[in-house]
């Protein structure tokens, strides 16, 4: 699939959906819903800037097998899978460069929205950013690959629609579908930092933004924490145990 052109994209009804507000997922999360719609534009333009410095792969799970979900990373950290392990790098495999700059409209949105959640000051140093095509999933997971699990975890979703899957603090514990629509922003921290969640299949259709293909950014803080930025190195590694 070739990168991301704005320019080719219909953006006749990018106004017509409302936000929809924010919902409780319980302690410490929240659904802000149509939070980025005003921003859908801008943050498309600037993936569209990202993909043409780094563009989407399918990444190797440690075990071989290629995820469904093709994905790139901007910022000072990427998140990156092979049969090394789970880790981010401060170096696009693929490139050999450093990953792009944080776009200023990312930075900016996960800001806001972290802190309409309730986590002021959040600045966040690496965004994932995940392509979803109609098949594509992301089966239950932790975020547990980062320096500082005190940060919350700002994720927005552009596109088609999407079946989140929302779950406890144990793999076991009962999941939640929620449905995540064009503009749709989650925040979670706090007690709810290390909650079970993933994406069930993404079903076929076209919105009028992307087409058939739902974008996803993730926002996280992966290095260490502010007031200990200069004890971490520029190219950390962190491998999962």
């Known amino acids: ?88 790098d401060a170096i696009d495999p693929a490139s050999r460069r450093p990953w792009p700059a944080m776009p200023p409209a990312f930075a900016g949105l996960a800001t806001r929205a972290a802190e309409r959640a309730g986590f002021p000051a959040f600045i966040p140093d690496a965004c994932l950013i995940n392509r979803y095509a109609p098949g594509a999933r992301l089966s239950l997971h932790q975020d547990k690959d980062e320096q500082d699990f005190g940060a919350p975890i700002v ?53 009028p933004l992307t087409g058939a293909i739902r974008y996803n950014l993730t926002f996280r803080r992966a290095l260490w924490p502010l007031q200990g930025a200069a004890m971490a190195p520029s190219s950390i590694i962190n491998k999962i145990g």
Do not use: I, K
Not at 163 to 192: K, N
Not at 198 to 207: A, E, I, N, P, S
């Open 1 to 88: 699939m070739t990168p991301l052109d704005p320019s080719a994209l219909d953006l006749s009804e990018s106004a017509a959906q409302e936000p929809a507000g924010d919902v409780a997922l319980g302690p410490g999360a929240v659904l802000l819903g149509g939070f980025a719609l005003a921003s859908d534009r801008a943050l498309l333009a600037a993936l569209a800037d990202v993909l043409r410095t780094s563009p989407f792969r399918r990444m190797l799970t440690p075990g071989g097998s290629a995820m469904s979900v093709a994905m790139t990373n901007c910022g000072e950290a990427g998140w990156v899978t092979d049969r090394r392990g789970y880790r981010y």
């Open 155 to 207: 994720s927005v979703s552009l596109g088609l629609p999407a079946a989140f899957l929302w779950g406890g603090l144990l793999r076991s514990d009962r999941t939640r579908r929620v449905c995540l629509v064009h503009g749709d922003v989650v925040a979670w921290g706090g007690p709810a930092r290390m909650a079970f969640h993933g994406v069930d299949t993404l079903q076929g259709g076209r919105h």
